[in-house]
Nanobody
Framework: QLQLVESGGGLVQPGGSLRLSCAAS????????IGWFRQAPGKEREGVSC????????NYADSVKGRFTISRENAKNTVYLQMNSLKAEDTAVYYC???????????????????WGQGTQVTVSS
């Protein structure tokens, strides 16, 4: 069974940091492009960051550029999202997603992604 599990969310003060993890079971993440998405209450799901199969291609939403960093650790079959300088507007449920349908690149919109995790809550508040 193919499964993605996010972890690392929580409550953090503005300006703080969190590292989210996306761990896979049942398949090798390095064969997939991985995206991180988030959804705040009453808002549509938006792409935050993604990384291509080889890890050489990454994309970031303008709202998180310079603050968030996506990376792979193939030995642990895990993709990370390091989030620094967090703001209240980063509060959302964060999801990771995987697809084999993209070769050499990744995209920040949901449709190509086939497998999704259950999400992890990130709350930025003082």
């Amino acid at each position: 069974q193919l499964q993605l599990v996010e972890s690392g969310g929580g409550l953090v003060q503005p300006g703080g940091s969190l590292r989210l993890s996306c761990a896979a079971s049942g398949f090798r993440l390095d064969n997939y492009a991985i995206g991180w998405f988030r959804q705040a209450p009453g808002k549509e799901r938006e792409g935050v960051s993604c990384i291509g199969r080889s890890g050489g291609s990454t994309n970031y939403a303008d709202s998180v550029k310079g603050r968030f960093t996506i990376s792979r650790e193939n030995a642990k079959n895990t993709v990370y999202l390091q989030m620094n300088s967090l703001k209240a507007e980063d509060t959302a449920v964060y999801y990771c997603a995987a697809t084999k349908n993209l070769i050499g690149l990744c995209v920040l919109y949901p449709p190509p992604y086939d497998y999704w995790g259950q999400g992890t809550q990130v709350t930025v508040s003082s």
